[in-house]
Every structure is written in C-alpha cells, then in structure tokens.
C-alpha cells in the first residue's frame, strides 16, 4: 500500500508544480471572468482616442519583459528611496501610456480586487493595441505575478539600442531566449508608432544604406544639433495601421532606425524580410507566436511577487 500512497503523493505535487509553472489563456476564468473583456473595452477607448496609444501600449510590453522578465517592473515609481526603471535611457522621455495602464487596472480592480497582475495587463493591452490597429490576435498565457523590485541597470543594458548593429541584436534576443527569426518578426512591432529625433538622428547623417530623398526629409525635422525629441515615424508609408510595411521599406532603404535597416544585413535576417513583402500573412502568424514567447520570458508565478494592488509601487 505504502508505493500508491507516496506515487498519489508524487502525482499530486507534479500536478500542483505543472499548474502554477504554466501560464495559461484561461488563468483568470473562474476567479475573473470579466478581466479580459474589461481590458479591451479600455485599450479600444484609449486607442480610439489616440492611435499611437496602441503602438506605445505594445512597446510597454517589451520593455517589461527584457528586464528581468515580464513582471510589470517598468511600471513602478520611483520615490526617494527607490529607483526604478522609468529613468534607464531607453526609457527616459521614450516609454509612454502609464496613464493608460493605471486607467485599466482601476476598471479591472472594480471587477475583480487584487486578482488580475499587472504583468498581465500589459500582455493583453499589447495583444488588444495590435488587434485594434489591424494585426493578427493572439491567444495570450496569463498568470503572471507583478515584482516587488526593478533594475534600472537591467534596463539599460538588456534593452538594445537602435544604433545597434545586427549581431548585438541577435545576441539580445537570444539572451531572451528569442531566435534571430522571432527578432525580424517581432521588429515588424515598427510598423506602428513613433522615434525621437534622437534615436535615429545618426543614422540620418551618417548611414550609407538609407534613401537619399527619405534622409533629407527627415533632416529638415531632426537636424544636426537641437529639437532632440521632434517626432517620426517609424513606419513612413502607414504608420498607423499594423500591416507588413515595415518589411517593404526596408527594401527601399527607408527603416527609421539603424537597427532596422540592419535586418537588411545579413541573409538570415534578410529572407526573412522578403518573406513577410511577399506573405503578409506568414508575418502575422510568426508575429503572434513570437508574441506569446516574449510574454513568456521568466514571469513570476506561483506564490512569487505579488497581484500589485496600484501598478505604479509595491503593496
Ligand atoms: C529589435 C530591437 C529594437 C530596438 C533597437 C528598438 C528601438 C526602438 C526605439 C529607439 C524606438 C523609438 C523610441 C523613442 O525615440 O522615443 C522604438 C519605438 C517603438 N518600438 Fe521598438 N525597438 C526594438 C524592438 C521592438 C519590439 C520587440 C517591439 C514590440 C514587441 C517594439 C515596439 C516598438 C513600438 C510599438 C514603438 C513606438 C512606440 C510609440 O510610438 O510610443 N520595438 N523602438
Ligand atoms: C540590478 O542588476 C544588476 C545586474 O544583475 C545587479 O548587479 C544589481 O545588484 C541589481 N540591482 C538591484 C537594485 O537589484
Ligand atoms: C557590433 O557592435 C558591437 C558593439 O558596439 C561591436 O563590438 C561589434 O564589433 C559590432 N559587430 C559588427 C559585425 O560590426
Ligand atoms: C540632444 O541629444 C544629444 C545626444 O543625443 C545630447 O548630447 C544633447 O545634450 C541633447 N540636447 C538637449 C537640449 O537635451
Ligand atoms: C557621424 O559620424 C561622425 C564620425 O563618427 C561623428 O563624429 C558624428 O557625430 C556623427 N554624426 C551624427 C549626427 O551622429
Ligand atoms: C551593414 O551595415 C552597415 C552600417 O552599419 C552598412 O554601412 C553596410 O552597407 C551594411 N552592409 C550590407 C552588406 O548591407
Ligand atoms: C517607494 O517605492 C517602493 C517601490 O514601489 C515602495 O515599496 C515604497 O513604499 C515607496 N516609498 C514611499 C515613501 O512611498
């Protein structure tokens, strides 16, 4: 009898491990049936009322879960004893819709107190910011917890810069665990949404690879010295709808950014680009999927972090 008793034992606690180990679509389904409809109900309002909101919601994301994984860390104020993530230099001036993102966890706490992260609302604004600008959906694994720390220094050096070159970006994806595949696709994110002046101020000057026509355009509004954060897009063909022409104008030389432009660099990476011209759909698909992989970089489950009850500080 002694075995069926401790193998009862085994399988229950493989079975405990296994359900808080893995996020899953239908996390909140029986403790908070309205969280996903009350979150897409306020992405809508706030996209509607701003489109770049969508792309700003979306970027969110990503700089959540580059640093330390996605625990809502970017989220967290800094106060006198506490220095967050908000000030790293990619995000400084740069990372936008807290407000937003404070709009919707006050519905969602109305409906359900203390049970839906923070982590999770910014994996399903991004889902919804893409879906409302015209992307694919995305089925999205729910279940994160929310840190109880950030890491400025994280921030800024796990976030790549856009003066990166192709090799550093494909070493920061993969130190995420994110192939040079999931890097092209998820770069398509820039078919949405704006950039400084700052950051692509020297690839208008200096790069040899971009659109003659294109970079005097865009000198006319960034110039050599001064007006640091006048915008541009970073889509110039449709930068309000998320479609593949992010690709299409990297074959013309006309990426925003260094980085972009350096996808173009290697056939790897460049095929890639052909592709998604060529089959909008086969960038969609790989989008979502990339998606669901970067939202599932080292999230904190189970009984680690905390449901933070205010997305800006730790209970
Ligand atoms: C591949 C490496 C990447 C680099 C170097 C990069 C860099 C940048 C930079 C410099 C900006 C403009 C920031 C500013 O000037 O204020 C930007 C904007 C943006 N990025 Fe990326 N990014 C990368 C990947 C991604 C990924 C993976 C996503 C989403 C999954 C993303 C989504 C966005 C969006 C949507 C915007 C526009 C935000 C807005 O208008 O508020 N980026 N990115
Ligand atoms: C941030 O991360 C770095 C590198 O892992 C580490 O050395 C440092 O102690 C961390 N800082 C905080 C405040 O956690
Ligand atoms: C890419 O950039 C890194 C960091 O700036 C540099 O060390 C490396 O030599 C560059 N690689 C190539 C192939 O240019
Ligand atoms: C503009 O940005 C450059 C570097 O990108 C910096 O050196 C300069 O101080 C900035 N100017 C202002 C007014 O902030
Ligand atoms: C262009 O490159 C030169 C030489 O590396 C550098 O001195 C200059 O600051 C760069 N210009 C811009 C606008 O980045
Ligand atoms: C690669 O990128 C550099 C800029 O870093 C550019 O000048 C060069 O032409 C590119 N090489 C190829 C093969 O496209
Ligand atoms: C500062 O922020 C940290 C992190 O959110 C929080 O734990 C702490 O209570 C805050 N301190 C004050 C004085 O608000």
């Avoid at 389904?29 to 706030?46: H, Y």
């Avoid at 860390?73 to 506490?82: A, E, G, K, R």
């Avoid at 700052?198 to 790069?207: A, E, P």
């Avoid at 290697?266 to 680009?273: D, L, N, P, Q």
Wanted: proline share 4%; net charge positive.
């Amino acid at each position: 009898m002694a075995p069926c008793i401790s193998m009862f034992l085994v399988t229950v606690v493989l079975c405990a491990r296994s359900i808080a180990a893995d996020l899953s679509p239908n996390y909140y389904s029986s403790t908070c049936p309205k969280a996903l409809d009350t979150v897409q109900a306020a992405v809508v309002a706030a996209v509607k009322k701003e489109t770049r909101m969508g792309a700003s919601l979306l970027r969110l994301h990503f700089h959540d879960c580059f640093v330390n994984g996605c625990d809502g860390s970017i989220l967290l104020d800094d106060n006198l004893t506490f220095t967050g993530e908000k000030t790293a230099i990619p995000n400084v001036n740069s990372v936008r819709g807290f407000d937003v993102v404070d709009d919707i966890k006050s519905k969602v706490e109305k409906v359900c107190l203390g049970v839906v992260s923070c982590a999770d609302i910014l994996a399903l604004a991004a889902r919804d910011s893409v879906v409302m600008l015209g992307g694919p959906s995305w089925e999205v694994p729910l279940g994160r917890r929310d840190s109880t720390t950030a890491n400025r220094s994280t921030a800024n050096t796990n976030i790549p810069p856009p003066t990166s070159n192709l090799s550093t970006l494909i070493t920061s994806f993969s130190n995420k665990g994110l192939s040079v595949n999931d890097l092209v696709a998820l770069s398509g994110s820039h078919t949405i949404g704006l950039a400084r002046c700052t950051s692509f101020r020297s690839r208008i000057y200096n790069d040899s690879n971009i659109d003659a026509t294109f970079a005097d355009k865009l000198q006319t509004k960034c110039p050599m010295v001064g007006r640091n954060n006048t915008l541009a897009c970073l889509d110039v063909a449709t930068p309000k709808v998320f479609d593949n022409c992010y690709f299409r104008n990297l074959l013309s030389e006309k990426g925003l950014l260094h980085s972009d432009q350096e996808l173009m660099n290697k056939s790897s990476t460049s095929s890639r680009v052909n592709k998604y011209v060529s089959e909008p759909s086969a960038f969609f698909k790989d989008f979502a999927k990339a998606m669901v992989k970067m939202g599932k970089i080292k999230p904190l489950i189970g009984n680690e972090g905390q449901i933070r009850l205010n997305c800006r500080k730790v209970n």
